[in-house]
């Protein structure tokens, strides 16, 4: 099995379909070995080709394994396998045959070129076969940077792109790796580690963090040396984001190395950078947000209700003061203005109260049997004031099951939506309230005969604080209502929805309940 670490190294790597040996790797007995057996073949092949071809082109013979060994081994053995064929091309072709002495002088200067064309082929196969384990090498490492490029790119947590930069510069570089970022009080402390286990002492801590604090603008990247680790500066262009400390047992770093690790790094920092920007961003637009709903917030408090208590302190003084001014019809008709806008008052309290408890989650509820007919009762009681000039049908079957609620938060959803229905309508107008179920959902339905709802604000207004304008004739109100019904409908365990009406203007709100909320007990028997 081979090593993770090993298979992300681009040194190890570089191999081609001969199984080039990296310039990386140190030499053995190996090489050397198979230069001598490739110069036996050669010498093999040079005899049977001996009597076919003459010695003239026997030489040509003992070129092929030189270059391969050059290819596949570098310099150093391909020159022993020039020496080795120099010496075998004179020993078994030249006479005298098996001695090393050479007869002719003609002779002599055949074999002194064959070796100097043998050592500058080998060279230039071996100049070659760097060249090309070099762009080799730089081809991966680009692809290798890329691959980090593109993985950090789409991580959005900070801890997920610290292991996967740790990850990555220790298995690609064979390096133990700490990652070191600022805390609250601007001390380093670690973050990440790779191997998980890594860890730094005080020491090491504390030069990092004095070293980071320094201007090494002029220095680039030039690391920091301690007892354990050499640490580097995660920098960008608007100043040190923390540290790596980098630690290896061996040979040092080699120079391409060394670039692959400052580009890992500096792309670390730019990474980190930016989730820190991003975060600081949401934490801005969080507090943009915070600030948008407090001003809506207070200035529903300031317009919304201030209108009734405006209202309910000019009638109560103009009775108190002036009251024997007025007959009996006029302070009836005060004493309705202080009862209709106390009671707005109290909805849109009642209202500013449900919403928090829905943000904050404090609602209990207290399920029980509900007769959505009782329901829809209750909730046209309490708003007969509200729906004086409006005429309200009613249509809900007798046979609908039971639905197992808190009445109190149902009722309030009733209540929100014929409010809203009476709001944007007009005097005379009827609001319809319908229901239909089987053995599957029930649907209750409050439709208004108004202007209807524009179709980019179906959804939007059960949003807080979102009021759909329809002019000046408009009655006030907090924008809550809706987004209070959607609230507690949900937390029931159904859904709402809004609509216009297919038969004529006007809007339809559509509550569903599944048949989960349905409650077991029998109609009949509830009603006994």
Request: some cysteine; glycine content about 8%; overall charge negative.
């Amino acid at each position: 099995m081979t090593d993770g670490r090993e298979q992300d190294n681009p040194d190890r790597k570089c191999r081609d379909w001969i199984g080039i040996r990296s310039s990386g790797e140190p030499l053995g007995p190996w090489p050397f070995g198979v230069t001598i057996l490739a110069i036996a073949a050669a010498l093999a092949v040079a005899f049977v080709l001996y009597p076919v071809t003459g010695i003239e082109n026997v030489d040509l013979v003992f070129l092929l394994p030189i270059i391969a060994i050059a290819i596949r081994y570098g310099y150093w053995p391909s020159l022993v396998a020039c020496l080795l064929s120099a010496l075998a091309y004179n020993f078994f072709f030249y006479p005298p045959v098996y001695g090393l002495t050479v007869a002719d002088p003609v002779n002599i200067a055949t074999v002194f070129f064959f070796l100097v064309v043998a050592v500058i082929t080998s060279h230039l196969a071996s100049r070659a076969r760097e060249a090309a384990l070099a762009a080799a090498r730089r081809a991966e490492t680009t692809e290798a940077l890329y691959a980090f490029s593109r993985k950090i790119a789409g991580i959005v947590t900070l801890d997920d792109l610290l292991w996967a930069t740790g990850q990555q510069i220790g298995s690609m570089l064979r390096l133990e790796v700490v990652i070191l970022l600022p805390d609250a009080d601007g001390r380093l402390e670690i973050k990440a580690a790779y191997p998980p286990n890594g860890h730094v002492d005080g020491t090491d801590t504390d030069a990092a963090r004095m070293d980071s604090d320094e201007d090494r603008a002029a220095r680039g990247t030039e690391a920091l040396l301690t007892a354990q680790h050499r640490f580097l500066p995660l920098r960008t262009s608007h100043g040190s984001v923390g540290a790596i400390g980098v630690s290896r047992t061996g040979a040092p770093l080699n120079p391409d190395e060394e670039r692959l690790l400052a580009a890992l790094v500096d792309q670390a920092a730019v990474a980190i950078e930016r989730i820190r920007l991003a975060t600081e961003m949401d934490a801005t637009r969080l507090a943009a947000e915070t600030e948008r709903l407090r001003s809506a917030l207070l200035s529903s408090l300031s317009h919304d209700l201030k209108t009734p208590l405006a209202s309910i302190t000019g009638a109560a003084t103009s009775l108190r003061q002036y009251g024997e001014l007025y007959d009996a019809a006029a302070r009836e008709e005060l004493a309705a203005t202080i009862q209709g806008e106390s009671e707005r008052l109290s909805r849109f309290v009642a209202n500013l109260l449900d919403m928090t408890r829905l943000k904050a989650g404090g609602i209990e509820l207290k399920r029980e049997p509900v007769d959505l007919g009782e329901a829809v009762g209750a909730a046209l009681q309490r708003m007969q004031g509200v729906l004086g000039e409006h005429q309200v049908a009613v249509d809900l079957p007798a046979d609908l099951p039971m639905l197992d609620l808190d009445v109190v938060l149902f009722e309030q959803v009733l209540v929100n939506l014929l409010d809203n229905a009476a709001k944007y309508s007009t005097p005379g107008s009827t609001i319809a309230i319908s229901a239909t179920g089987n053995g599957r959902k029930v649907e209750l339905t409050v439709g208004d005969e108004g202007p209807g709802i524009p179709p980019e604000d179906l959804e939007r207004v059960f949003e807080m604080f979102h009021r759909v304008n329809k002019g000046d004739r408009q009655r006030a109100g907090t924008g809550l209502g809706l987004s209070i019904c959607r609230g507690f409908v949900e937390v029931l365990g159904g859904t709402i929805r809004a609509a216009n009406r297919s038969d004529g203007s006007g809007a339809v709100f559509t509550i569903m309940f599944p048949e989960a909320v349905f409650t077991a007990i029998p109609r009949e028997d509830a009603a006994e």
